[in-house]
Structures are given as structure tokens and as C-alpha cells.
């Protein structure tokens, strides 16, 4: 056995020895060395395969533990966990940022991860203009080596963006120290537990209550919702206070280390903290310097949106899941003739002439008539108690759709029990309507049932809904953006109440052409982190 070959046998790690909750990690890993370059290190949950560098240095053992740490905390499959509000960036930059956090509280050598690629990828980023990337690429940067360098190179190009950047890292530190703070409260309401307990939490892998997702990464969802609307925000352009500017890199990113630990609360309440009061003493500063401050993305507005996120979008319980769907056939015993979108239109075929007109102004001759049926369509309508529904409303709005597919939801505490009901569908509709539970809950999985009957893309889904929607133990405002982007994506026109939806479905049959469009506030609030 070769010198290498020792090194290599001292220092392969044994991932096969960690449980999970969720899967049975039994079996050999393949594990086998590459370099510490960046992109050659990766692993494979599923797969079983681990490829990590071997060798002595501190970047190996560094690498090492992240690696290990994913094939411990980490799903399986990320996709489960990207969606309207929670894109693939957002979440990926978000795990890393939970990996190495619990890397680095267990005491590996996080800081020696560092490739070499950093301070180009910054410089690149800030010639490109890529915030929104560079906000990820410094999330997935904390706790690491890579955040010093990678500021560094984005500060030759674009100074403000690295100072505000080094604050969004702060931030991102401090609400993760919140989180764990936020276990310990939660299991013995006192702040002084082990460490070590609170972090096994943060890594749970038991999956969450009907579903298929784990407890554990509901702490990653969290902190992609902030990373999402920190990176929504528009890029820096003012020049910040002095004093941060005037500091070099070093300085800086000593400043950035000694902050990690600080409690962003407690910064801002005594005015000293980097988003508290400027440095320039006797609690006045020039007034020029005022106003640029006041451009420009400082630590007081990225902490309120970490307190929304954590205090008033998330319950004490995780980000929650939406309630399945449980669908159930109602009996239909009244036709309504016609279809939505029925009309008559010109034709040179036909048995009478209705549009002798055209004999002599039309050179294609259309002089008869046919009637034309649109594609169908679906309405959905929200009978949850925030919308006050009578019996005549739901009846009427099925009238006014004939030839659609009608469909009303709700939910109720009891799992086994039907929460959306297909009222009408191919020119027929119910006598009796369900008793319906007058819950939210389900409201995602009942517009994408409703998308997938339409008869063909371009046919009208149409939505009645007050749009107060939301998971069972669920994130308030992050819930309806979800559906909000959702409905806009999959052209679903929404209408708030049942009699802008009738006047809406009558304009339909009488041959108005299908230009969806989603709530007013749904607008705003898309508007709000887009």
C-alpha cells in the first residue's frame, strides 16, 4: 500500500454509519477522491455515491463534513420543495446555508472552504448586474471561506453592492441563530438547552405530517422566503456611509465574523448595530449622507423582513402543507342546455341564408350561419366561510356556466371525508348541493385539479375566491403568493364574488373573447416580490 493510499483509507468517510428517519441508509456507499475544485465534490442520496477529496488539508476536511452533513439532513430530491414562492435557487442557496451552519456549529474547519474561483465569480456577478444571483451566490457563502473572497471580488467592481451584501450575510446569520433559538423556546421555553439537541431539530429528517417532505427543511423553506424577498429587492446604487466604505476588505470581513453571533434584535434596538445609528458620534451626521443612507438596502429593512418571516408568516409548527385533495361526484339530474362561449358566426355552408348581406361585400360569400361552441371550461368555486355562499349563489353560478365542468371546495378537520365535490360537468348539474366543511387548507391542490380538467389550453377556468387562502399551520401571505403566481401562470381568470363571476361567465356566452385576469391584491402582492 502506497503513502496515498494510507492517507486516502485514513480519511474516507463512512456515510453508510448515518441514519435518517425517512429513508433506511443500509447498504456501501460508493465513495471515491477527486480534487477540492469546485463542481468535481458532490453526492448522491439516493444513489449512494459520495465523491469528496481525501487528502490531509483543512479544505478536504472541510469539504468532507458538508458532504457528510447533506447525506445526514438533506432530502433526497430538492424538486419536492421548489415552487412558485420557493424557486430552485432560492431553496438550493438556502440548504447550503443549513449545511454549513451545522458544519460549523459542530466545530469543522468551515472557514478553510475556500476553492480559489470566489473573488472572479464576485467580479462577475456585479459586471453582469446579477443581484439576485449574487444574494444566493453570498448565502450559500456563510459560515464559509468563500464569503470573504467572493465580497472582495465584487467590491472591485461595485462597492455598495459589497456592503450591502455583507449585511445581507449578517442578516442571514442572525436569523438562522434565530431559528435555533426558536427550537429551544419551543421544546423547554428557555434558551439554554444543548446546543446539540437544538441542531438535531434543525437537521430532522422524520418527514412532515402527510407528506412527503421532512421536518428538517422547513427550516430551509423559511430562509428561502427571505432569501427570495431579499433578492426581490432592487439592486443598491447609493453609496452607503462613509465609514462602512472607507473600510477595507480585511476589516470588513473581520467585522462580518464578529457579528455572526450577535443578535440582530438586540443591534437595532440599541442603535449601535450595523443597522442601527451611523458612526459619526453626537447622533448627527451630515445630511447628504442622510439621504443616500436612506437609498440603500441597510440591516434595519432586511430585519423586518426576517421578523414577518419568522414571527407573523410561520407558525411555531413549520411552514405546513397543503391538505390532499379528496374529490367525490355529485349525482347530476338537470341539463342545462348550451355551452359557455356559444355563438354564431358567418359561413359559406348551410341551409339558410341568414346574411344575404355578405353576397356582395363578402368575396368569400358567407351568407350562412353556424353555431360555434368554445372548448368548455371549468369554474371553481371557493365555499370556504370567508366567502358566505348561500345554496342560490353556488346554484346560480353552475346556471350561468352550462357545458363546464362545476366544481366547490372546502375543508374540514376530517381527512376521510370529501373537500371538493364536482357539482356539474358536460351540460349537467346536481339537485342537491354537499354539506360543505366551510375550511381553507386546500385551496392549491383544488386550482391545479381545476387546471388539469380543462378540455385543451386555451380553455376559461374560472375561480370565485375572496382569495383568503392558506396552509393549515401555514405562511400567511407566502400561501397566497404561491396560488397567486399559480393562477397567473396557468391563465386563471379569478373573480372575487359570485356575481362578478356570473356577469363574468354570462360575457362568455355571449362570445366575449377569454382574457383571464388574477385579484387586484393577488397584483399587488405578486408586485410586491417579483
Not at 467572493?150 to 449585511?167: C, E, F, K, T
Not at 409548527?317 to 347530476?332: C, I, S, T
Request: glycine residues 8%.
Amino acid at each position: 500500500m502506497t503513502i496515498i493510499d494510507e492517507v486516502h483509507n485514513r480519511n474516507r468517510p463512512m456515510p453508510e454509519l448515518f441514519t435518517r428517519k425517512d429513508i433506511r441508509n443500509t447498504g456501501g456507499w460508493d465513495v471515491g477522491n477527486v480534487r477540492a475544485v469546485r463542481g468535481e465534490p458532490y453526492i448522491t442520496v439516493g444513489g449512494r455515491i459520495m465523491r469528496v477529496p481525501l487528502d490531509d488539508s483543512q479544505l478536504a476536511k472541510a469539504i468532507r463534513a458538508h458532504e457528510q452533513i447533506h447525506v445526514k439532513v438533506s432530502p433526497q430530491d430538492l424538486n419536492d420543495y421548489i415552487n412558485e414562492v420557493t424557486g430552485e435557487q432560492a431553496i438550493r442557496a438556502a440548504e447550503e446555508a443549513r449545511v454549513n451552519y451545522i458544519a460549523s456549529q459542530l466545530g469543522f474547519p468551515m472557514k478553510a472552504m475556500e476553492t480559489g474561483s470566489e473573488k472572479f465569480d464576485g467580479e462577475m456577478l456585479a459586471t453582469q448586474g446579477a443581484w439576485e444571483a449574487a444574494v444566493f451566490a453570498v448565502a450559500a457563502a456563510v459560515h464559509t471561506g468563500s464569503l470573504n473572497p467572493l465580497l472582495v471580488g465584487i467590491r472591485r467592481i461595485d462597492p455598495v453592492w459589497a456592503d450591502s451584501l455583507r449585511n445581507i450575510a449578517k442578516e442571514i446569520v442572525a436569523f438562522q441563530n434565530k431559528q435555533i433559538r426558536e427550537i429551544k423556546r419551543r421544546l423547554y421555553g428557555v434558551n439554554n438547552t444543548d446546543q446539540s439537541h437544538a441542531l438535531s431539530v434543525y437537521g430532522n429528517t422524520a418527514p412532515n405530517h402527510n407528506s412527503q417532505t421532512i421536518v428538517g427543511m422547513n427550516f430551509t423553506i423559511e430562509l428561502a422566503m427571505l432569501l427570495e424577498s431579499i433578492a426581490a429587492l432592487p439592486a443598491p446604487t447609493q453609496v452607503q456611509e462613509q465609514d462602512d466604505v472607507a473600510e477595507d476588505d480585511a476589516d470588513a470581513d473581520e467585522a462580518d465574523e464578529a457579528d455572526d453571533t450577535e443578535d440582530s434584535d438586540d443591534a437595532e434596538a440599541s442603535g449601535n448595530g450595523p443597522g442601527g445609528a451611523a458612526k459619526l458620534g453626537d447622533d448627527e451626521e451630515p445630511e447628504d449622507l442622510q439621504e443616500k443612507k436612506d437609498k440603500t438596502i441597510n440591516r434595519k429593512d432586511l430585519q423586518k423582513r426576517a421578523k414577518e418571516i419568522l414571527n407573523g408568516r410561520i407558525g411555531h409548527q413549520g411552514v405546513g402543507d397543503w391538505l390532499e385533495l379528496n374529490v367525490k361526484r355529485m349525482p347530476m339530474s338537470i341539463t342545462v342546455p348550451g355551452a359557455i362561449g356559444r355563438k354564431r358566426v358567418a359561413t359559406n355552408m348551410g341551409r339558410n341564408p341568414r346574411r344575404m348581406h355578405r353576397l356582395i361585400t363578402d368575396p368569400e360569400k358567407r351568407i350562412f350561419d353556424k353555431y360555434v361552441k368554445a372548448s368548455g371550461g371549468v369554474i371553481l368555486i371557493d365555499c370556504s366561510g370567508s366567502m358566505s355562499l348561500s345554496k342560490e349563489d353556488v346554484r346560480e353560478l353552475m346556471v350561468a356556466a352550462p357545458g363546464c365542468t362545476v366544481l366547490a371546495y372546502s375543508a374540514h378537520w376530517r381527512s376521510y371525508e370529501p373537500n371538493c365535490y364536482i357539482l356539474g360537468e358536460k351540460g349537467k348539474i346536481c339537485d342537491e348541493l354537499p354539506k360543505m366543511g366551510g375550511g381553507n387548507g386546500n385551496d392549491m391542490p383544488a386550482i391545479q385539479y381545476a387546471v388539469k380538467q380543462r378540455q385543451n389550453a386555451k380553455a376559461p377556468v374560472v375561480w370565485v375566491t375572496d382569495g383568503m387562502v392558506y396552509r393549515p399551520r401555514g405562511a400567511g401571505q407566502f400561501d397566497e403568493i404561491e396560488c397567486a403566481k399559480f393562477a397567473q401562470k396557468n391563465r386563471v381568470h379569478m373573480e372575487f364574488s359570485p356575481q362578478g363571476a356570473i356577469e363574468y361567465l354570462n360575457g362568455l356566452k355571449r362570445g366575449n373573447a377569454y382574457k383571464p385576469n388574477i385579484l387586484p391584491r393577488w397584483k399587488e402582492l405578486i408586485g410586491q416580490t417579483a
